[in-house]
């Protein structure tokens, strides 16, 4: 099995910058691709921005510019950290591990509120 804790989540004014980390333990030798999904208030959950094994990256057309993924392979941790917040990042953020199998693990979210 795996385990996905996503922490770093908090308050910011609009312009600031938060960074979230994402740790994932149990079978992690069959990770493979991990990301970051967001979901606001009556909304879907949507991705923000993956990573492969091999640290390529892709972002959602709305935080390109703004937001940068990367991963540790050696400690198991993914991040996003987040600049040039706006008050439309507000949401949940989780993390997701996908295995060689094609499941995907979910972390519990963290809170990210943005203020105007």
């Known amino acids: 099995q795996v385990q996905v804790v996503e922490s770093g989540g908090g308050l910011v004014q609009a312009g600031g910058s938060l960074r979230l980390s994402c740790a994932v333990s149990?079978?992690?030798?069959?990770?493979?691709?991990m990301g970051w999904y967001r979901q606001a208030p009556g909304k879907q959950r949507e991705l923000v921005a993956i990573?492969?094994?091999?640290?390529?990256?892709d972002y959602a057309d709305s935080v390109k510019g703004r937001f940068t993924i990367s991963r540790d392979n050696a400690k198991n941790m993914v991040y996003l950290q987040m600049n040039s917040l706006k008050p439309e990042d507000t949401a949940v953020y989780f993390c997701?591990?996908?295995?060689?199998?094609?499941?995907?693990?979910w972390g519990q979210g963290t809170q990210v509120t943005v203020s105007s």
């Open positions: 990573i492969t094994e091999y640290r390529t990256p």
């Open positions: 149990g079978s992690t030798f069959s990770i493979t691709t």
């Open positions: 997701n591990a996908g295995d060689r199998r094609g499941l995907g693990f």
